[in-house]
């Protein structure tokens, strides 16, 4: 019970960690620093921070693209052919062994 109880609390730690909301950004203005006119005070203006100007990024050739995508796609077939011979495999191994045991117990049964 001890470890169920410690399971639901590190459970429930974990939500609230992941969910709770981010910390909001605050700017911190000096004591010694030069008085802000009332009406930018009023308004907050002089308070935000310029954004600054980002770098373009890199430039993606649409080709590369194109044959990454394919690849991707063909990958994720070979997977998924894979995990149907497998569950295939699964399937019929199974069924087999049923009809075995179902022999062996009719047989035991003398029918």
Not at 29 to 53: C, D, K, N, W
Not at 68 to 97: E, P, Y
Request: with cysteine; proline share 7%.
């Amino acid at each position: 019970m001890a470890k169920v109880r410690g399971l639901l609390l590190v459970g429930l730690l974990g939500v609230l960690l992941l969910c709770a909301p981010p910390a909001q950004a605050m700017v911190v203005v000096p004591a010694g620093a030069a008085t802000v006119p009332a009406q930018a005070a009023a308004s907050g203006e002089s308070l935000l921070i310029a954004p600054r100007q980002v770098q373009p990024g890199p430039v993606i050739d649409p080709a590369q693209t194109d044959a990454a995508n394919a690849a991707k796609t063909r990958n994720k077939l070979i997977a998924g052919g894979v995990a149907v011979v497998l569950l295939a495999i699964v399937f019929f191994g199974r069924r087999s062994r049923a009809k075995k045991r179902k022999k062996s117990k009719d047989q035991a049964a003398g029918k």
